[in-house]
């Protein structure tokens, strides 16, 4: 006499020729169904001869737990199974795109209010701003010195500058947000440092081919190493491109764009403008290849691939 | 015999018919120039009968000056002046416009980072999110409780959580963006606290009439009180909506904006949507008296105005 096994969420069943349950082995929690193998392996050997149902066996069976009281059960499981899936999903990839997001978010906001900074502190000592062009800078000695000592070090004197005397209320909310610029200067720090260190974790060969930034810059806009490992190399080179890729694929007039985010590699900034796209497509596939061995957790061949391409255009980076 | 009095940067000067210098009174400083009326009256009480000089007299005493020796000195004072002046120009308006410019960068700043927050947070604990729908109290609660403690305070039980469970050191990177995002959020207080008191010093009767941030928009879209008191009310009122007003005024189908930034006034908020452009006009010309009393230094009488507007309309704010 024919019989049945069935695994689902629930357990694992045995079914006889009726569809009737004649053995069962429940499920406790999401990781026994995960090792449902396991519990099916132990009624195969009980049960001599199960047969895997046909399709008008099938369709009894499921009849069979249509009844109400498996319901909340399938509702729990189910919650449970997708939970622990979303939990899993959260891995460093995530975190890159999230670091990698939110410098750029800092970067946005810093040239902002170091700008604002500039235009109201330059009441109090606009030679300052002047002679001071880089923003951190900036902000970081404005913080720390006095008007006269800075004037001093600009080789300014005090009574040629045009800034006003104010009052110490009015200067001392000026320095609170060059405090604030500052602060968030370290912050941006720390986290290129915490990318850096999730991109050794993560993807180090791809890492070492494109730089820290670059490389995250890649993961973000693709949504994760899987995404850009799966990628042709072509397509990699072009990421960040697609305006031109697709305006060049409408209309053969435009030629295709050589390359979109890996345009600011080193690599491509040292060479000569005829040999552009040779190096973007060098450079892309060994990318490709990097960022393929990184998410297949293979070993470290970074060093290897940058080697190879530094000895092909004879261009140190 | 006619001899002439001409005053210029450099000093107090006395010539005779033929335009040579019988007498002067050089001026050492700005501020000596500044007072040079007291200087020109020694002079004119020293020398009986002196004259201004016609238009042929003043061409031949201006080529007097014309004079190489004398470039220097007019270049060194013209300078001064201009720093004097560019000095004097610094009064409290420039900072209520700085002031109020850099909250609305905060402003942007904040939504922007908080949105970030958010999203990176919500790895770990995305309830959180869910459940606080204000941004200041959300950066606030997480910088300052544990996963567990938050969940608790929700009445979400930590099993039935969505989040992952991440490393200490991935938690600590999210954790440092709220406290940033905080201490802006204390910066904004800050300034929003230096703004009240500038306007106290400096548009009292407007600060009272619109409220201090209101106020800070206007004066900021003016780029100054004094522009602002010197505005006819009708103006005041469509202030911030120059769009639809030219839109009227090229195209007549469109109506005229019945106001701009005063807008957001509780008076109008509050009230019946045909009384808008009524309660608009009494606004804006409450406004303007404010602004002009405070322009030329009066007396306090925002406090009855606001009165005027409250009985008129019978609207509380």
């Not at 082995?25 to 195969?44: G, H, S, T, V, W």
């Not at 002047?130 to 004037?151: G, N, P, R, W």
């Not at 850009?228 to 694929?249: D, I, W, Y």
Request: glycine share 4%; hydrophobic share 40%; aromatic share 10%.
């Amino acid at each position: 006499m024919a019989k049945f096994i069935f695994t689902n969420m629930l357990g694992s069943f045995v079914f006889d020729e009726n569809c009737s349950v004649i053995d069962q082995a429940l499920f406790k929690d999401i990781d026994q169904y995960k090792n449902k193998k396991q519990y099916q392996e132990k009624l195969i050997q009980k049960h001599k001869g199960l047969a895997e149902p046909d399709d008008r066996q099938l369709f009894k069976i499921l009849s069979f737990f249509k009844n109400r009281e498996y319901f909340s059960e399938f509702h729990k499981k189910n919650l449970e199974l997708t939970k622990k899936s979303i939990k899993e999903s959260v891995n460093n990839g995530l975190f890159i795109v999230q670091t990698a997001s939110s410098i750029g978010e800092i970067d946005k906001t810093l040239n902002l209010l170091t700008k604002r900074l500039r235009e109201w502190y330059s009441l109090y000592n606009p030679e300052a701003s002047d002679k001071i062009k880089e923003h951190e800078k900036f902000a970081l000695l404005i913080a720390k010195k006095s008007k006269s000592q800075l004037l001093k070090e600009l080789n300014v004197d005090e009574k040629d500058s045009f800034g006003a005397d104010l009052r110490e209320k009015d200067i001392s909310v000026i320095l609170l947000l060059a405090a604030q610029i500052n602060s968030f200067y370290a912050l941006r720090a720390h986290y290129e440092n915490y990318l850096k260190e999730l991109e050794k974790e993560t993807c180090p060969n791809l890492a070492t081919i494109l730089g820290v930034t670059m490389a995250a810059k890649l993961i973000e806009h693709t949504g994760s190493l899987k995404r850009l490992a799966e990628m042709p190399a072509s397509t990699l080179q072009v990421l960040g491109a697609e305006k031109a890729l697709f305006r060049h694929m409408r209309n053969k007039k435009n030629r295709p764009p050589k390359f979109g985010l890996i345009h600011e590699h080193q690599l491509i900034q040292k060479s000569k403008r005829e040999m552009y796209g040779k190096v973007a497509r060098a450079l892309a596939d060994k990318a490709s290849i990097a960022a393929r061995v990184d998410y297949f957790r293979g070993k470290f061949i970074g060093d290897k691939l940058k080697k190879e391409l530094i000895e092909k255009f004879k261009i140190e980076y």
